[in-house]
């Protein structure tokens, strides 16, 4: 059996066959496992009269201060880690991927809700462009900003495969049809609509699909989770 396999694994279809075989799976784990249902939506005239901001509203971060000085002319989003194709990509590149408007309500575990219209790029779009390794099985969002006075402990998020790919789930560039103001995460924010407020990383500047989170600052996959909130949010 053993010298069976080895001999199989030598031969030159084998590989190929294994990994048609992965992307048969992957493809009808995305036809039938996602956790389908769909955040409620609104129309526009629930809209709530304002978004508050909650967190950072203003990253302490020199970088960040610079680029938005400059307009974010000069953001880059990288898009890396276990993916067949790293990305890095422009504003323009991001407006130009296909893209959801969405009118939904934010919940926030501090107590308060309201209800705001996004539009952003699919985030299962970004995905198909960096090719996913089958390995990966989460998405990490790493932030601008630190939340701790001395610059450290930089804001970070992550969600699973199946928020990833959901239809709602986008990276918004415009909250009520203008640009994402700097107070709630500009120039680019999550918007992952099943899920809390504290899921939303604000001023994304890069994010990697891995494996395990574990080894990733605190370990628990965010910064409210390694402050003691729950990793799977969902509402
Ligand atoms: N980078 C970053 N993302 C963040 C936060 C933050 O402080 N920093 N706060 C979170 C929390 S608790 C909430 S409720 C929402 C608030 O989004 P808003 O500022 O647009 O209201 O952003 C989330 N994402
Ligand atoms: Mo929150």
């Known amino acids: 059996m053993l010298a069976g396999c080895e001999k199989l694994s030598k031969s030159e279809w084998f590989p190929k066959v294994l990994e048609g075989a992965e992307s ?10 996602p956790r389908k249902a769909m955040a409620q939506e609104f129309a526009e005239s629930d809209r709530s009269p304002s978004f508050r901001s909650n967190g950072t509203a203003m990253p302490r971060n020199a970088q960040y201060l610079a ?13 890396g880690g276990l993916v067949g194709k790293p990305v890095s990509l422009s504003l323009a590149d991001l407006r130009a991927l296909p893209s959801r408007t969405q009118i939904t309500r934010h919940d926030c575990v501090e107590g308060w809700s309201a209800i705001a219209k996004w539009k952003g790029a699919k985030l299962s779009a970004v995905l198909d462009a960096v090719q996913p390794k089958a390995s990966a099985r989460f998405v990490m969002f790493y932030c601008a900003d630190p939340m701790e006075a001395d610059g450290t402990s930089l804001y970070y998020e992550s969600i699973d495969m199946e928020d990833a790919y959901h239809p709602q789930t986008i990276l918004a560039y415009d909250l009520n049809d203008t640009r994402l103001p700097i107070p709630n995460g500009a120039p680019i924010r999550l918007r992952v609509e099943r899920q809390l407020g ?18 990733i600052a605190g370990g628990k ?3 409210w989770e390694d402050n003691g909130y729950e990793w799977y949010a969902g509402i």
Do not use: C, P
């Not at 604000?202 to 994010?207: L, P, Q």
């Open 24 to 33: 048969v799976t992957r493809s009808a784990q995305r036809l039938l496992l």
């Open 67 to 79: 680029m938005a000085a400059g307009g974010f002319e000069n953001y880059r989003l990288d898009v």
């Open 198 to 215: 504290y899921k939303h990383a604000k001023y994304i500047t890069r994010i990697e699909l891995v494996e395990s989170f574990a080894n």
């Open 221 to 223: 996959g965010g910064y």
